[in-house]
């Protein structure tokens, strides 16, 4: 296998929404610098914005302030969130959206010029070609894009990080990109909890399958801060082809009603202490009618006209086409029959809810040299699209500055060979586990012991303590996993890096005890919110020397 150096300013390890975004920022605050984005994927169609999108959630709209906002994510994250990170977004989203629009992003429109509400602080947009939009404006700029290299590691010589290792896809080329500062912006995990489909439908899930947690993994195994992983996100989908029930029950004004056809919402209101807002509940509700054999639950779609109908199949042509296609293979008609709504499996993001880096306000982690921008950074839940691009933006800028006085570090050789080695070794191997085997295995373990579908999402210190034995026990089995080609390779990595946020996710399950967030984080042994002792962060530090994982606590106002 061949070896490629290459050298550059500034390297950003994830081409999606925030890592694009990033490099557009750092060409127009430094047109000499040199920048290469390494993306698993191609940048033209990866990371959540694959399929589209087609409303921005985070946008302030007239009469609303940054204050107002930073309550409401406050309020919905009971009490926990990082409000200097979340004010640093909310100030920057209109000016982010309008720099889209003018990359070519069509946003709906009112008579007046202003942008078109669909919820309190969204807008409505024709999203489906958002991604190429965002693609094409960096192959507008000098920056090197390595398309289908999939980051395997970052390169620390114990001080600083100093570029990462990939592994190419399709040439088989191993990459050894040296940096001066290195912006990591590959999302959230999924996969790691056994999903709803089976078989040759395991991947139809909510969260790009692709985004297997590289990110999170390759800062974990450096000894980088790592906050709030307890804090999961379960989605409420459209069954079977997890479609998002924002647009049907934001766009389409349509009632959660359950088998009976009831509006269940308000069954549980004292449940919520009077705030019907709180989004985990919704997902709450759901499962409480399903467990009370009231189930199955649904989107009431049958009091919409046909003008509302065909304007929900247009939403998700620009978001989410399955669902389209699951309406006409069963010759469906929304309007005839409600739309059947479930919980996913639990994902780790930094976007939805706030599991990621710990940063400070201009998204330097615990690192030197290593910056984190959207769904990868924690402490600022609800950022979304939008968010990312601000995240994007400070990061690059902070980035431009700082390159300026970071050293050109050598990188050791047997360092490189050691990486190299361990990259390839799956490939070596005749006979051994197969990344399937081990994927399974770790999402059977999480759905059994750590609160997945299976569970119902709860969460009891017992189980958690098997989970962290089995899993200390699968990540030894990895020396024996082996791979076929190339595909099966990265689907070896993926496993390394799923257990890897695993392993920490299952610590910040056990650390915190109480329950803090409904399904997200239920505990049976402290189902109570205990404000007077948790309103603190949960982070860990793994240390690669142990392999143990140590927790820290870091105040509110950190």
Not at 105 to 134: H, V
Request: charge should be positive.
């Amino acid at each position: 296998m061949r070896t490629l150096h290459i050298d550059t300013d500034i390297l950003i390890v994830g081409g999606g929404a925030a890592g694009c975004f990033a490099a557009v920022e750092i060409y127009k605050k430094s047109p000499a610098c040199r920048v290469v984005v390494m993306e698993k994927a191609h940048i033209e169609r990866s990371g959540c914005l694959a399929m589209g999108l087609n409303a921005i959630n985070a946008y302030l709209h007239s009469g609303q302030s940054p204050d107002s906002y930073i309550s409401f994510i406050e309020r919905q994250f009971e009490g926990i969130i990082r409000k200097d990170l979340v004010y640093s977004i909310v100030q920057g989203l209109n000016d982010v959206v309008k720099d889209v629009e003018e990359m070519g992003l069509p946003i709906e429109k009112n008579e007046d010029g202003t942008y078109k509400m669909r919820g309190k602080r969204s807008i409505r947009i024709f999203g489906e070609r958002l991604k190429p939009i965002l693609a094409e404006a960096v192959q507008k700029t000098p920056a090197r894009v390595l398309n289908r290299v999939v980051a395997t590691n970052f390169i620390y010589d114990g001080t600083r990080v100093c570029g990462a290792f990939g592994y190419g896809i399709r040439n088989g080329m191993f990459y050894v990109v040296r940096a001066k500062t290195v912006i990591v912006a590959t999302g959230g995990a999924s996969g790691i909890y056994k999903p709803h489909n089976t078989g040759e439908a395991r991947h139809l899930i909510w969260y790009c399958p692709w985004n297997a947690g590289a990110g999170y993994a390759m800062g974990i195994r450096i000894g980088a801060e790592m906050t709030s992983f307890e804090n999961r996100f379960i989605a409420l989908r459209v069954k079977d082809v997890n479609a998002p029930t924002g647009t049907i029950a934001v766009g389409a004004r349509s009632k959660q009603i359950n088998a009976r056809g009831e509006d269940y919402l308000e069954r549980y209101y004292h449940h919520l202490g009077g705030n019907k807002c709180l989004t985990q509940h919704r997902l709450l509700a759901t499962l409480e009618e399903k467990k009370a054999g009231r189930g199955p639950c649904y989107l009431d779609t049958t009091t919409v006209n046909e003008a509302v109908e065909r304007k929900l199949k247009e939403d998700f042509l620009n978001m989410n086409p399955p669902i389209i296609l699951l309406w006409a293979s069963r010759d469906m008609n929304p309007r005839c029959k409600p739309v059947e709504i479930q919980g996913t499996e639990p994902f780790i993001v930094g976007g939805h809810c706030q599991a990621g880096y710990w940063i400070d306000k201009e998204r330097r982690t615990t690192i030197p040299g290593l910056y984190a921008a959207g769904e990868v950074a924690g402490g600022a839940p609800k950022k979304y699209v939008s968010g990312s691009w601000v995240e994007g933006r400070i990061a690059a800028a902070t980035a431009v500055k700082e390159i300026k006085d970071a050293p050109w570090n050598d990188i050791d050789n047997e360092i490189i060979l050691g990486e190299k080695g361990r990259v390839l070794a799956p490939l070596t191997k005749k006979t051994g586990i197969s990344p399937l085997d081990v994927r399974e295995r770790l999402q059977k373990i999480m759905d059994e012991y750590a609160g997945g579908i299976s569970m119902n999402y709860t969460l009891h210190e017992e189980r958690l303590l098997e989970a962290r034995r089995l899993l200390t026990c699968l990540k030894g089995r990895l020396k024996d996993i082996a791979a076929a080609d190339n595909y099966h390779l990265v689907e070896a990595l993926e496993c390394v890096d799923r257990i890897d946020v695993a392993r920490v996710l299952v610590e910040h399950l056990i650390y915190r005890k109480e329950t803090r967030w409904a399904c997200y984080q239920t505990r049976l042994d402290y189902p109570e919110k205990d404000d007077s002792r948790w309103l603190t962060f949960v982070n860990s530090i793994y240390d690669p020397n142990t392999d143990e994982i140590k927790m820290v606590e870091r105040p509110l106002n950190s």
